[in-house]
């Protein structure tokens, strides 16, 4: 019942202030040595009804200006039974006056801001000075002149205690929400599959809790490149030539600031820290700054959740290029090639690459000189592939590569790697073998098994035709090869 109460204090109030004054107007009626006059019965009932009123109208959602109405009311009903019921002239006038005025004045303390009820105090006055012109001898001119200004005075300080209650309320209701969307956004917050994906991810998050309109997230990948992302629609007061600085200061500290940007806003700058270096930073703004205390803690927690959850990523990322890195040569490995030939898609080129005598090399040489030639030829895949092509090792001296939208010139990928390979054994000291290559295009309604049999085709139809060369598949090598089986 007490947190009911609290929590419909302007009701509450409204309706307590309410009830007592028709109680008073009531019972100055029954002090009177004849029977109470209609019109005070009467403005006893609207008193006790507006009581009623008041304890379900939820006044806190109402603007002050519309909460004063029940007191103008009041008041009007106090200038009406001075004239209409000579209210004034009863026994306990100056005593229920004096408590009429302290209640009305307290009932604005409640439903105002500071500073109303000295303003609405000159009407108070004027009613309590009809009264005395009504009755100067029976009331005394110390009523108004007393019971105003001190009825007014403790109405400012009701308001002045309210008004800081109701900050300090707002406030915490406003921090709970905060947290809570913090709370909401960290459970939603999934696993990202890479460095852009959970920059991203982390960028609409923090404009999410923070209420701002941009936020720019630079995360530092362990190469030690930083991906920026931005997040919001374009902004003046985006921070343009200061960003790398910001950043730079940033990801070197560990505590979120407040940075003023040069249009007089204000920008959140938070470091996400992470455990063995600081994971990047994301700047918020333009932010509001109404409680800087609790937004640097609410900052600094959901950096190091943020961190952590980065920091997952690095690992999990380190995890998976373990199982998916060829130990010896430092490419793909045949996990890695296996999910290369799952991902083609049509208009892709499929290229198998083939030493030469490899065996040779390691019967002559020894394993180690060809470690070291594969290791060599790996080196040389990397040098010569775009971009958007990889590389795995498939085995012994096998290796595979993926070339994406190549259905232009399917060998070109293949040339390149064949004439730098032969450019650059012609210029080794050591034995270097010749490459071979087969090249087959990925087409639609076809399996990348069916896709790599035909470059492993062509790959043995340039063996056949004298090595060091690159073959495409066409139809007449698949014949030959079939031919062959059987």
């Known amino acids: ?45 609207i008193l006790f009804a507006g009581a009623v009123t008041n304890w379900f109208i939820p006044w806190d959602r109402i603007r002050p200006s519309f909460r004063l109405l029940p007191a103008l009311v009041v008041l009007g009903a106090l200038v009406l039974a001075i004239f209409g019921a000579d209210i004034a002239r009863s026994p306990g006038a100056p005593v229920g006056l004096a408590m009429f005025a302290a209640l009305v004045m307290t009932y604005v303390g409640f439903v105002s801001n500071p500073g109303m009820p000295l303003a609405l105090s000159p009407v108070l006055l004027l009613a309590l000075l009809l009264a005395y012109w009504r009755e100067p001898e029976r009331l005394g001119l110390a009523l108004p002149l007393v019971a105003v200004p001190a009825s007014a005075l403790l109405a400012e300080l009701v308001s002045l205690l309210n008004d800081r209650t109701d900050e300090a309320s707002l406030l915490n209701r406003r921090r709970a929400e905060r947290f809570a969307r913090l709370e909401h956004v960290l459970r939603r917050f999934s696993r990202p599959s890479s460095i852009e994906a959970a920059a991203r991810q982390v960028a609409g998050a923090a ?34 030539s200061d960003v790398a600085r910001l950043v730079a200061e940033a990801i070197q500290g560990d505590q979120p600031t407040f940075v003023p940007t040069r249009d007089g806003a204000t920008m959140l700058v938070l470091p996400l820290p992470a455990r063995d270096a600081p994971a990047g930073a994301v700047l918020a703004y333009p932010i509001t700054v109404d409680d800087p205390a609790y937004t640097l803690d609410l900052a600094r927690l959901f950096g190091v959740q943020i961190g952590i959850a980065i920091e997952h990523l690095y690992l999990i990322h380190e995890l998976t290029q373990a199982t998916r890195v060829d130990e010896l040569t430092g490419i793909g490995n045949r996990r890695h090639a296996d999910a290369l030939l799952a991902s083609l898609v049509p208009g892709d080129a499929l290229v198998l690459i083939d030493l030469d005598g490899f065996k040779t090399i390691n019967d002559t040489f020894g394993h180690p000189a060809g470690d070291q030639l594969l290791q060599t030829l790996s080196a040389h895949l990397r040098a010569c592939l775009r971009d958007s092509d990889t590389s795995a090792r498939l085995g012994g ?43 087959a295009l990925h087409e639609a309604l076809r399996t990348s098994a069916d896709t790599f049999d035909r470059a492993d085709q062509a790959l043995y139809e340039a063996k056949r035709r004298g090595k060091n060369q690159a073959q495409l598949w066409d139809p007449a090598i698949g014949r030959r090869a079939t031919e062959n089986r059987t």
């Not at 109030?13 to 040595?33: F, I």
């Not at 390979?421 to 073998?433: K, L």
């Open 397 to 439: 001296d096998e290796f595979l590569i993926v070339a994406r939208r190549a259905h232009a010139d399917p060998l070109a990928v293949a040339r390149r790697i064949l004439d730098g390979w032969d450019y650059q054994r012609h210029r080794s000291s050591g034995p270097t073998p010749t490459l071979s290559a087969g090249v």
């Open 1 to 45: 019942m007490s947190e009911r109460l609290w929590r419909r204090r302007w009701s509450t109030a409204a309706a307590a202030l309410l009830g007592a004054s028709g109680l008073l107007v009531v019972l100055d009626g029954l002090t009177r040595s004849v029977a109470p006059p209609r019109l005070l019965t009467v403005l006893g009932l």
């Open 207 to 240: 404009r999410e809790i923070f209420e701002v309109d941009r936020t720019t997230v630079v995360l530092r990948d362990r190469d030690d490149r930083l991906i920026p992302v931005t997040d919001g629609p374009p902004s003046p007061h985006d921070p343009t």
